[in-house]
């Protein structure tokens, strides 16, 4: 039987970050994850937006790990050469009951520490999205891009320099809890780790009860995405978002770090956890939220793009649940890092430091 300090159960940025930080702090730590490649599932199905922190309520780790984690997320690409852009956003609004929303999600982000943020008009949304047709708009100038899939390789490579060991490939089947931890079953072979990560996104709810820990639901959500024809990319210069809607942050224009043009995502709570193509909206389901935020799309100017799928931690009846970030309230070998949807790309690294300080053997 293999032995190591800590096993994190997942290999997206999560599981990923959290492992780097483990690592840095000297502890033996070693990172299991189902796919032959890391961060295959939501890590890198989403609009790779870092996000600046105002959406989420002041005092939440959403709030608090977005705004921490926006900040290390930057210096970070910056040093290890990830492809990234600040590029600023545009969150507008078209009459004056969506002015007044505008002024309380200004507020919110405050409260929660955002830096910069500003009621503009219409000669400032002008100037920066000439094609956006709206009178009034929130600018967020922390708001930014990044490339999800270099992400996950540099967390993963930063992990492993600092001393993570990564399993590719290796499916958790089965866990038995010890009086000094947890005996972890895989396909090929058994690990005892004093300490448990469950960081299985979309999967954590059912790794949690097969590592005895507390129980949860993770309500799959499908976000979908068209993209606008080559011919159209040059009317976006950034990031253009509408008013938060009840299960996302509305369907939104994301100008990626390649120069195409996403519009979406969608949401739609769905039963399976790994259903990206049944049932897709056509591409006129698009045209409308379009017509909100660019003058002059036609449907002909949009193609279907890919989807992803949310792991949330609250059913449709609901808007919104925190991040689950915590030791297990039935298995003290158990972290848990669960429900990590957006603001979870941005947060990351925070998500990662929080987690290895529950992981400490002193904690």
Same mark, same amino acid.
């Given at each position: 039987?293999?032995?190591?300090?800590?096993a994190?159960?997942? #290999?997206?940025?999560?599981?990923?970050?959290? &492992?780097? !930080? $483990?690592?840095?702090? %000297?502890?033996?730590?070693?990172?299991?994850? /189902?796919?032959?490649?890391?961060?295959?599932?939501?890590?890198?199905?989403?609009?790779?937006?870092?996000?600046?922190?105002m959406?989420?309520?002041?005092?939440?780790?959403?709030?608090?790990?977005?705004?921490?984690?926006?900040?290390?997320?930057?210096?970070f690409?910056?040093?290890?050469?990830?492809?990234?852009?600040?590029?600023?956003?545009?969150?507008?609004?078209?009459?004056?009951?969506?002015?007044?929303?505008l002024?309380?999600?200004?507020?919110?982000?405050?409260?929660?520490?955002?830096?910069?943020?500003?009621?503009?008009?219409?000669?400032?949304?002008?100037?920066?999205?000439?094609?956006?047709?709206?009178?009034?708009?929130?600018?967020?100038?922390?708001?930014?891009?990044?490339?999800?899939?270099?992400?996950?390789? #540099?967390?993963?490579?930063?992990?492993?320099? &600092?001393? !993570? $060991?990564?399993?590719? %490939?290796?499916?958790?089947?089965?866990?038995? /809890?010890?009086?000094?931890?947890?005996?972890?079953?895989?396909?090929r072979?058994?690990?005892?780790?004093?300490?448990v990560?469950?960081?299985?996104?979309?999967?954590?709810?059912?790794?949690?009860?097969?590592?005895?820990?507390?129980?949860?639901?993770?309500?799959?959500?499908?976000?979908?995405?068209?993209?606008?024809?080559?011919?159209?990319?040059?009317?976006?210069?950034?990031?253009?978002?509408?008013?938060?809607?009840?299960?996302?942050?509305?369907?939104?224009?994301?100008?990626?770090?390649?120069?195409?043009?996403?519009?979406?995502?969608?949401?739609?709570?769905?039963?399976?956890?790994?259903?990206?193509?049944?049932?897709?909206?056509?591409?006129?389901?698009?045209?409308?939220?379009?017509?909100?935020?660019?003058?002059?799309?036609?449907i002909?100017?949009?193609?279907?793009?890919?989807?992803?799928?949310?792991?949330?931690?609250?059913?449709?009846?609901?808007s919104?649940?925190?991040?689950l970030?915590?030791?297990?309230?039935?298995?003290?070998?158990?972290?848990?890092?669960?429900?990590?949807?957006?603001?979870?790309?941005?947060?990351?690294?925070?998500?990662?430091?929080?987690?290895?300080?529950?992981?400490?053997?002193?904690?």
């Amino acid at each position: 039987m293999e032995r190591i300090d800590v096993a994190v159960i997942g #290999a997206g940025v999560t599981g990923l970050a959290s &492992a780097r !930080a $483990i690592a840095e702090r %000297g502890q033996p730590v070693c990172v299991l994850e /189902r796919h032959p490649r890391p961060g295959m599932d939501t890590s890198t199905h989403n609009s790779g937006v870092i996000h600046a922190g105002m959406y989420y309520p002041a005092g939440t780790l959403k709030a608090r790990l977005c705004v921490e984690g926006r900040r290390l997320l930057y210096e970070f690409c910056a040093r290890q050469g990830v492809p990234h852009r600040k590029s600023g956003k545009l969150i507008v609004a078209h009459d004056e009951g969506e002015r007044q929303q505008l002024e309380a999600l200004k507020a919110r982000g405050d409260a929660n520490g955002v830096e910069g943020l500003e009621i503009v008009d219409r000669e400032f949304i002008a100037e920066r999205e000439p094609a956006v047709d709206a009178p009034v708009a929130l600018w967020s100038p922390e708001t930014g891009i990044v490339n999800a899939e270099e992400l996950v390789k #540099a967390l993963l490579r930063s992990a492993t320099d &600092a001393g !993570a $060991i990564f399993l590719p %490939g290796t499916k958790l089947v089965g866990a038995d /809890r010890q009086s000094d931890g947890m005996v972890l079953r895989t396909e090929r072979e058994q690990i005892h780790a004093r300490v448990v990560v469950n960081a299985a996104g979309l999967y954590a709810d059912d790794v949690s009860r097969m590592l005895g820990g507390e129980t949860f639901t993770i309500y799959p959500c499908r976000g979908e995405y068209v993209e606008l024809a080559p011919s159209k990319r040059s009317i976006v210069n950034g990031l253009v978002y509408p008013l938060p809607h009840q299960h996302s942050l509305g369907v939104h224009i994301v100008k990626t770090m390649n120069d195409d043009v996403w519009l979406g995502p969608t949401a739609c709570f769905q039963e399976r956890k790994d259903d990206y193509e049944s049932h897709r909206l056509p591409v006129e389901a698009f045209v409308e939220p379009a017509r909100r935020l660019l003058h002059g799309i036609t449907i002909d100017d949009m193609r279907l793009g890919g989807s992803g799928i949310r792991p949330k931690l609250h059913p449709p009846s609901e808007s919104f649940a925190d991040f689950l970030i915590r030791r297990d309230r039935e298995n003290p070998f158990v972290v848990q890092a669960a429900g990590i949807e957006s603001p979870g790309l941005t947060s990351c690294l925070a998500v990662g430091r929080l987690v290895a300080q529950l992981t400490d053997a002193g904690d």
